[in-house]
């Protein structure tokens, strides 16, 4: 559980986060998420990540233009996907 006080629009960041997360796990951990549609799906929660934190770097007077990317993923064609 986590507790945050904050101005509303980072508490609702959080929220859609954290809502984006539940749903992709309910369909990993039902079997219901193949592995050929992982991609689409972690989008949202790529997508809820990045606005959160854009939020709170917003709201903290972090100074410049937003994030875009928020980690050093390997792209998805990267062979390190592959498995070999």
Do not use: Y
């Amino acid at each position: 559980m986590l507790n945050l006080k904050a101005e509303t629009h980072i508490v609702q960041a959080a929220h859609d986060a954290d809502r984006a997360l539940w749903e992709v796990g309910r369909r990993l951990t039902r079997g219901r998420l193949p592995e050929d549609q992982w991609k689409e799906a972690r989008v949202p929660l790529e997508v809820a990540r990045l606005t959160f934190v854009n939020a709170v770097r917003e709201q903290l007077g972090q100074r410049g233009a937003p994030l875009l990317p928020l980690h050093g993923r390997p792209t998805d064609d990267d062979p390190i996907w592959s498995g070999s």
